[in-house]
């Protein structure tokens, strides 16, 4: 089984190799014939401001686990320094603090951001520490869990992103710990990707795929191991949105197969199960259905209710504040799995975002 998945993201990564050869024949096309206008950048550089924020209220009441029953409330608030060097090419200096309410130093810590970023019509590279929104921020809660916002919003590695009319594929490498006498070494690398066969829908397939490899310190203890635990998610997709009453409207279906080994102890241990959910959105309001069935998850980062044999989960949502700048949320959660029909989780969550603001421009 772990073959099929290594395949899975070799298969992403030669797609995405293959269009970039193809892009770069096209450019050394393009310079040989003295035609260069759609490949030069734009050599007039500009420094720019960004800010946002994010304030949350997060209350769970979980049954099923009573350490996660718990409220999770606090704010975070990025600004940086984006250096535009030219149109493609971009460097962005900053820092991403969090205060949780009531906490004592105010701030819990506040991280760098500190990255490079190339983009042009087709690709997106990251290399440094820069924010998941918007990035890698859609994974399902089964893999990445949904508190990785409040307490990790950046990724500390590399991500390349590739876009075509009716495919994406991105990939990434996240440096969770690195290894000193005391301290294990633990990163996250993984790909997820989109391909719609006819560009007006509706069907569609989706890919997700994560590892993470968790080693030991460098002085080395007795018993400890290298443990490797990955997941594997493929679903297949239907998009009705904005034709029907309905502003949004989709239906997914497939299958989360996961994976665990300790080196030297077992070997790969696998489970899988379906998995199912539906969106509708109207006007300010939305609802969310997500239903697994299966053998029980084993994701170290994943919520940890998939690690049940069975769940469903029901989210009402209502945005009473929307701007081009603000944007306000009410959830009500509803949690069933075995033995535990009464879960439930109210969050308040308000984000607001400047966007990137230009204060100065040079010349070379």
Do not use: C
Not at 153 to 178: C, H, M, Q
Not at 250 to 268: C, D, I, K, Q, Y
Not at 304 to 332: H, M
Request: charged letters at 20%; a negative charge; zero cysteines.
């Amino acid at each position: 089984m772990i073959k099929i998945f290594y395949l899975v993201l070799l298969i992403s990564f030669s797609i995405s190799t293959a269009a970039f050869a193809q892009q770069a024949n096209f450019i050394d096309q393009e310079t040989a014939s003295g035609d260069t206008n759609k490949i030069s950048p734009v050599n007039t550089g500009s420094v720019d401001f960004h800010f946002n924020a994010l304030g949350w209220l997060d209350n769970r009441e979980y049954k099923a686990f009573i350490p996660r029953s718990r409220t999770y409330s606090g704010t975070r608030t990025e600004i940086d320094f984006g250096l535009n060097i030219d149109s493609l090419n971009h460097f962005v200096v900053g820092t991403n603090a969090i205060h949780e309410f009531g906490a004592i130093p105010y701030f819990l810590n506040a991280v760098p951001v500190a990255y490079y970023n190339f983009k042009n019509a087709h690709w997106l590279f990251n290399a440094g520490e820069f924010p998941r929104a918007g990035l890698i921020d859609d994974y399902p809660r089964a893999m990445l869990n949904d508190t990785l916002m409040y307490y990790r919003p950046n990724v500390e590695g590399l991500l390349a992103k590739y876009s075509a009319t009716n495919f994406t594929e991105t990939g990434w490498i996240d440096w969770v710990s690195r290894q000193t006498d005391t301290q294990r070494e633990e990163f996250l690398f993984g790909a997820e990707g989109k391909y719609t066969p006819n560009t007006e829908g509706p069907f569609y397939i989706r890919n997700y795929f994560l590892e993470e490899h968790d080693a030991g310190a460098a002085i080395l203890q007795p018993d400890d191991h290298i443990f490797d635990n990955a997941a594997l998610e493929i679903r297949l997709g239907l998009d009705f949105s904005h034709k029907t009453v309905f502003d949004s409207l989709s239906f997914e279906a497939g299958n989360l197969s996961s994976f665990l080994r300790e080196r030297g102890v077992t070997g790969w241990q696998t489970k899988n199960g379906f998995v199912f959910s539906a969106y509708a959105g109207y006007h300010r309001f939305g609802i969310l259905e997500e239903f697994y069935k299966g053998q029980g998850s084993i994701i170290y980062y994943g919520d940890s209710y998939y690690e049940k044999s069975f769940y469903n989960r029901l989210d009402l949502n209502w945005t009473p504040f929307l701007s081009g700048r603000v944007k306000g949320q009410f959830i009500a959660s509803f949690h069933f799995s075995p033995g535990h029909f009464n879960d439930n989780q109210e969050v308040f969550r308000v984000t607001y975002d400047i966007g990137r603001k230009t204060i100065a421009r040079f010349k070379d």
